[in-house]
């Protein structure tokens, strides 16, 4: 809603008298004295407020309904046209949202092949002491990134993290795996963050696969390369036992110009991490601890 | 407390440790429609407007600020108690007026308290 004891003002005053208005009543002398600038208009902007409220100072709830009233006017005078959703992805692209402000979903290959539970998966993110985002470091701004996710758990008496990884886009992460890490299996003496803790899950129950004719690796971090269009080439060794290769990037389509130099149909790729896991090594370690 | 004890008869909104305790039962118990976690989240909001038409932060900040109070659930909240040691604050303690305190107790604030002069201390974390 405009109120008229604002239009009258230019947009930068306005909101100051407005930011005025709603601080003014705040136990905190350095916006109570801010408040004081605009007296005469806060006073001409809260009549305004109680004649369109219906209410008058001393009236039940008064404090309420006008704290609620200025706060919407606030919330509009900032927002403007911008489209709060947007917003709000923007946040969630750059790893700012709080973890309970992003919309959880689980990958198709998370139903397929995790044994977990995905109401428990949510509870558990919902208690999460620790994550890290983590962005392709040659373009942070293209694409999907990767959120790691890390819960303390107790079961059976066997402490251990629940590690949860989730491709992050926009405001959404899918949850695409998740593992328990038992410290008395995976060396977790160096690591800290999620990401080095899911460095050394892969270290133990990793198994080295090649990615685009690269040498073969338990993990790759951090590439940025060109190829024909389609999907990633990921080579298996016959190693007779379960692999789950996780990918986790994004493809990106080359400027005009260099499109034009390719002369062939290629695409830009960035992969922020990509291992693969020894399924049947990991599970027999889960079943024996925590069955 | 005890009647002898030097906080005896200081009222909740303005004992620490009672606010403390407060808050901490807001954000355990997930209550989504707790009062004075609504103040701050609106209080942020207000004082992200002030920033904007005072041009320290642009369009952007103060609209990302609106959308990020929009999106933390309550469990996002972590109440803190602020230890300041007096010897660096001392010159700069003001008392509250009486018309702007809760009872005939004391209150003090320090307006321009710095980052770096308190601890942040979480007595009892909430998760």
Same mark, same amino acid.
């Given at each position: %809603? ?29 916006? @109570? ?8 208009? +806060? ?209 990106? @389509? ?11 149909? %290629? ?25 | %407390? ?11 909104? @303005? ?73 660096? +604050? ?38």
């Amino acid at each position: %809603m405009q109120l008229s004891s604002l239009t009258r003002h230019d947009e930068k005053t306005a909101k100051a008298i407005l930011a005025a208005a709603a601080l003014a009543h705040d136990s905190t002398p350095y916006y @109570s004295e801010y408040a004081d600038r605009y007296k005469s208009e +806060v006073r001409e902007l809260m009549a305004e407020a109680e004649s369109v409220l219906h209410i008058a100072p001393g009236s039940d709830q008064y404090d309420e309904v006008m704290r609620s009233f200025l706060s919407k006017q606030v919330e509009t005078a900032i927002m403007g046209d911008s489209d709060p959703a947007e917003v709000r992805r923007r946040l969630g692209r750059q790893g700012r949202l709080p973890l309970s402000g992003y919309e959880i979903d689980f990958s198709k290959s998370f139903v397929k092949e995790s044994r977990e539970n995905e109401k428990y998966i949510r509870r558990a993110i919902a208690s999460a002491t620790d994550f890290q985002h983590v962005f392709a470091s040659s373009l942070p701004d293209v694409g999907k990134g990767m959120t790691l996710i890390m819960i303390p758990q107790m079961l059976r008496k066997v402490e251990h993290w629940l590690l949860v990884d989730a491709i992050r886009e926009n405001d959404k992460l899918l949850v695409d795996r998740s593992f328990r890490v038992f410290p008395s299996i995976v060396d977790l003496r160096t690591a800290n963050a999620p990401l080095e803790v899911l460095r050394a899950f892969v270290d133990h129950y990793g198994l080295p696969f090649s990615l685009e004719n690269m040498a073969p690796a338990k993990m790759y971090e951090q590439l940025l390369f060109a190829k024909s269009e389609g999907q990633l080439d990921v080579k298996l060794p016959d190693a007779g036992t379960e692999y789950d290769v996780t990918v986790t990037g994004s493809s990106f @389509s080359f400027k005009e110009d260099v499109a034009n130099r390719l002369g062939v149909p %290629m695409v830009g790729c960035t992969v922020i991490a990509a291992y693969g896991v020894d399924v049947a090594k990991y599970r027999r370690d889960r079943a024996k601890l925590i069955g | %407390m005890g009647r002898y004890h030097r906080s005896y008869g200081q009222p909740p909104s @303005s004992d620490p440790a009672r606010i403390y305790r407060s808050l901490h039962a807001a954000v355990t118990d997930k209550d989504e429609h707790n009062v004075d976690v609504e103040r701050q989240r609106q209080k942020l909001q207000d004082v992200a407007l002030k920033l904007l038409s005072d041009s320290k932060i642009n369009d952007d900040d103060a609209q990302e600020v609106v959308a990020y109070m929009k999106a933390a659930h309550i469990s996002e909240w972590k109440p803190m108690i602020y230890a300041i040691p007096y010897d660096a +604050v001392r010159n700069r303690v003001l008392a509250v007026p009486r018309d702007q305190r809760a009872s005939g107790h004391p209150e003090y604030v320090i307006a321009d308290l710095k980052a770096e002069e308190f601890e942040a201390i979480e007595p009892m974390p909430c998760n």
